[in-house]
């Protein structure tokens, strides 16, 4: 067989930056491949997932503060749509309706989107930057399981705190203006994150043998937190 | 000067399909070149106009009463989204604030669309399809005057009715399970045709002579009427 890329590859021999994934956590990247479970129930929770997040910023949208800030989450709204319309044209790929792949995952999700919605705009936004962050970087640990060209466009769609900036931005003003919001947030962002690993666990249902799944996983969460104090320290909260 | 375009011109002469907008309203199209305001003010209404739309339809996306109507109307969402973040790059690229340029235009927008949202599910959604309708309709007309590479890309960006057939098919199934709606939509459609119309004007203000704008806009209101009518019964309602 002819390889396209038999060339270009030869002439790679000068040093590369490791991909972004493993910069980020470090060391080598922990997967969760063999714990991934069936490809339409991960896809649709996956899908639905991304859609809730979509719905939070685009709350969040309405009630931003002033104009500038409304229009700044458009922008985040937008790049949260396109993970949930990328997740469901792997759906439309396999044939199968998005609404009823979904539908299995939407009142666990909506529970949870509720109890991480928060009491003012700023708990929302955090909530979302965390939860969000967390769960799209569990996710993309997931995808080593699934068919390959499959899984490798989901790790690009995927990657988490895409367009996050403007959140942080929003988040920053308004611990600028409020010295009581940072202490605030920091419980906040403290709790958030027992809620969100629960969810993540709940993703591994039905994956396998639940006791031989725990101990394999825990390596995985230690690295997730890792990543969730690293938001919260740039947000100057101790996590 | 070496023109890139004369040998292809050349050879067409096969009969040509006339461009959508003028099939679209049968005959020559009016255009109201001659009135567009001045370009910053204009990209304004407009940017915060597809905002509104956009937050309307978010709204309708999250009451949605099931989850195959929920997913469709992102994509309508999506839609409207890309034309608000089209007009805002236009704005950047003019190095101009996109908030401070929608500022002016958000008290009368927000007030034009809590008067269209309608009382229930489909109220909002017949709402957002016809006003959205008409006023980029409206808009797409008034960009004549404008630069012209802009002026081109406007007119594909706010093409109406883009992704509209998802509204359609989610209003049709409500009409389909209650034998009422269609009666209490179709006054409802009536009513926001003169609410929109009012919009349209006000964005003619400042653009000079009233008295004599009136004349012209007359025809330019006619055609936007039987779009709005063609709307209507494509629905099976009598405007």
């Known amino acids: 067989m002819f390889n396209w890329f038999g060339k270009r590859r030869a002439q790679v021999d000068a040093p590369t930056l490791k ?7 470090g060391g080598e990247k922990i997967d969760l491949s063999e714990l991934t479970p069936d490809v339409v129930p991960f896809l649709g929770q996956v899908a639905y997932f991304e859609l809730a997040v979509f719905e939070s910023l685009t709350r969040a949208v309405s009630e931003a503060p002033n104009l500038a800030a409304k229009e700044g989450l458009t922008s985040s709204a937008g ?18 309706d998005p609404a009823e792949a979904m539908e ?11 109890l991480t919605g928060g009491r003012d705009w700023y708990e929302m936004l955090l909530g979302v930057y965390l939860t969000a962050g967390f769960l799209d970087d569990f996710f993309t640990r997931m ?6 060209a499959m899984a490798k466009r989901l790790e690009v769609l995927l990657e988490p705190d895409r367009a996050a900036d403007v959140i942080v931005a929003a988040l920053e003003t308004g611990m600028a203006a409020d010295p009581t919001l940072a202490s605030r947030l920091a ?34 969460f230690t690295d997730l937190i890792a990543a969730h104090t690293r938001r919260m320290d740039g947000l100057g909260l101790t996590a």
Chains 1, 2 share one sequence.
């Open 143 to 148: 995808v080593g399981g699934l068919p390959k």
């Open 19 to 25: 991909p972004r994934s493993e910069q980020t956590f």
């Open 187 to 220: 419980l906040w962002g403290r709790r958030l994150v027992g809620d969100t690993q629960l969810v993540a666990r709940s993703a591994l249902l039905g994956s396998g043998n639940q006791a031989d799944d725990e101990e394999r996983i825990e390596p995985v």
């Open 104 to 114: 299995p995952f939407a009142p666990a999700i909506d529970r949870f989107e509720k």
């Open 79 to 96: 790049e949260v749509l396109l993970k949930h319309q990328g997740v469901v044209a792997e759906l439309r790929k396999l044939k199968v």
